[in-house]
């Protein structure tokens, strides 16, 4: 499972871990974004060769905001790790705070976090966020400076 742990002192000055789950690969098998793309080439294959352009002259966060409002999004209809769900379920049974990270935009990040009522924060829209020197810093804020991947 692709996750990380921030750390935050609770009230008795011990560290609460904040689980950080990646959608991508891991909560989600496969990457819904390039199975939204396909399903929309699929259907519409003139816009989906359109909506590339986003991804070469816009980056990918341009591109996923894009796809997003041309596709019909069903997080019901995601491939989960059922093995993943089940961790969440207990790290949450124990009190635990527990993050959604994805590259997925918020138009589907928060159909995901609604669907599943296991997330306690989401960051979505952050293609960087699981890569680079700048990892920690959106996990850590407000709970410390301590990440480390598992």
Same mark, same amino acid.
């Given at each position: 499972m692709t996750a990380g742990f921030a750390?935050?002192?609770?009230?008795? =000055? +011990?560290?609460?871990?904040?689980?950080?789950?990646? !959608?991508?690969? +891991?909560?989600v098998r496969g990457n819904p974004l390039w199975e939204?793309?396909?399903?929309?080439?699929?259907?519409?294959?003139?816009? !989906?060769?359109?909506?590339?352009?986003?991804?070469?002259?816009? =980056?990918?966060?341009?591109? !996923?905001s894009h796809l997003s409002r041309l596709v019909d999004f069903q997080a019901a209809q995601l491939p989960?790790?059922?093995?993943?769900?089940e961790q969440l379920r207990r790290a949450k049974a124990t009190g635990r705070t527990v993050a959604l990270v994805t590259a997925l935009p918020q138009a589907w990040a928060g159909p995901i976090v609604s669907h599943l009522g296991l997330f306690d924060a !989401?960051?979505?829209g952050r293609p960087h966020i699981l890569g680079g020197?700048?990892?920690?810093?959106?996990?850590?804020? =407000?709970? =410390?400076?301590g990440f480390s991947p598992v």
């Open positions: 750390y935050r002192s609770l009230n008795d =000055g +011990t560290p609460e871990r904040l689980l950080c789950v990646n !959608a991508e690969g +891991t909560l939204g793309w396909f399903s929309l080439l699929r259907l519409r294959p003139a816009t !989906a060769l359109l909506a590339l352009l986003k991804l070469v002259h816009g =980056g990918s966060e341009a591109f !996923a989960y790790d059922e093995a993943v769900l !989401a960051l979505p020197p700048g990892k920690s810093s959106p996990l850590t804020a =407000g709970h =410390g400076t």
